[in-house]
């Protein structure tokens, strides 16, 4: 899910000029190495892919909520891999509406959000005719409810995203729209800033429950992920910074499916971001974009992701 802020509605005189920032949590949403299975996988998490979406909740000011409105949010990715044996890209799309509203709960903010996915993946393995493609909806990922709070330059947000099957699946395809398994990603996102608001240090921690498969009897197991981010601010409306993710499978997988699953998956990945803030027309548009080179990725070939997100209030 990706929040966008102004400080919401309890900031300081320090805070007040500071322009909307994209932050990530926008899954937030799910696609990772998300619908693809290659039978050189090792075994660990089905198909070595998983709901968790590295570098999503790694954006600008990702524990920060909007003040009350509806937002539009969209996020744009692409992702590549590929090795001597095959080559996997998926690109896609998730045009999203999120909702700050004014209720406060435990004096914080309360806020719901909708991430729809549509998306566009294919597989092929060179010198042969193996060249499979897949598009349409992927599974789109909820946050029922999340609560943020501020104290001075200090920020914190408190949500559950639930990740929902949406996107096509059969067990006998090689490649898939969805995981086919519900799953419950557990967040915080917090964010520090320094007083002057050049200095940003961000990071979500989330831990992810996986539901088992019910075509192939396999569950995931548990899964814990960090994102984080340090930016700067030369200017007000402009930001550069370091943004990377840590994923790490903490428990077996499980179900009669998931015999011989012994390795627990693990990736990370690292790479710079950008944000810019302009008001076109009368209306406030931020944009973000980063690259995340993937590494010590042990259950599927590492690869690269290209990411764009586009967010304003209606």
């Given at each position: 899910m990706a929040w966008i802020s102004c400080g919401y509605c309890h900031k300081s005189p320090s805070n007040s000029s500071r322009p909307l920032r994209p932050s990530a949590l926008v899954r937030y949403l799910l696609i990772a190495a998300l619908c693809w299975h290659h039978p050189s996988v090792t075994r660990a998490s089905e198909g070595g892919g998983t709901s968790y979406?590295?570098?999503?909740?790694?954006?600008?000011?990702?524990a920060y909520i909007t003040e009350p409105g509806t937002y539009f949010n969209n996020l744009f990715g692409y992702y590549t891999t590929q090795d001597s044996q095959y080559d996997y890209s998926i690109a896609f799309d998730m045009p999203s509406i999120l909702h700050v509203s004014d209720l406060q709960i435990l004096g914080g903010a309360f806020t719901v959000g909708m991430y729809p996915m549509l998306l566009r993946s294919e597989y092929s393995v060179p010198s042969s005719d193996i060249d499979t493609r897949r598009g349409g909806f992927g599974d789109f990922y909820v946050v029922p409810g999340g609560i943020s709070w501020q104290?001075?330059?200090?920020?914190?947000?408190?949500?559950?995203?639930?990740?929902?099957?949406?996107?096509?699946?059969?067990q006998d395809r090689s490649l898939n729209a969805g995981r086919n398994y519900w799953s419950l990603d557990n967040n915080a996102s917090l964010t520090w800033m320094s007083g002057d608001g050049r200095f940003e240090l961000s990071m979500n921690i989330g831990y992810m429950l996986n539901s088992e498969n019910p075509a192939t009897d396999y569950r995931t197991g548990d899964e814990f992920h960090l994102d984080y981010l340090l930016g700067y601010y030369p200017i007000a409306n402009f930001g550069i910074g370091i943004n990377g993710s840590v994923y790490r499978q903490v428990t077996a997988d499980s179900g009669s499916g998931a015999a011989g699953a012994t390795l627990l998956s693990e990736?990370?990945?690292?790479?710079?971001?950008?944000?810019?803030?302009?008001?076109?027309?009368?209306?406030?548009?931020?944009?973000?974009?980063?690259?995340?080179?993937?590494?010590?990725?042990?259950?599927?070939?590492a690869g690269d992701y290209v990411m764009l997100h586009t967010f304003f209030k209606f």
């Open positions: 979406l590295p570098g999503f909740y790694g954006d600008f000011g990702m104290w001075d330059n200090f920020y914190l947000f408190v949500y559950e995203g639930v990740n929902m099957p949406t996107g096509s699946y059969r990736a990370n990945t690292i790479g710079p971001a950008l944000y810019f803030n302009q008001k076109l027309g009368g209306q406030e548009i931020m944009w973000s974009a980063k690259w995340l080179h993937e590494f010590d990725a042990n259950s599927y070939t």
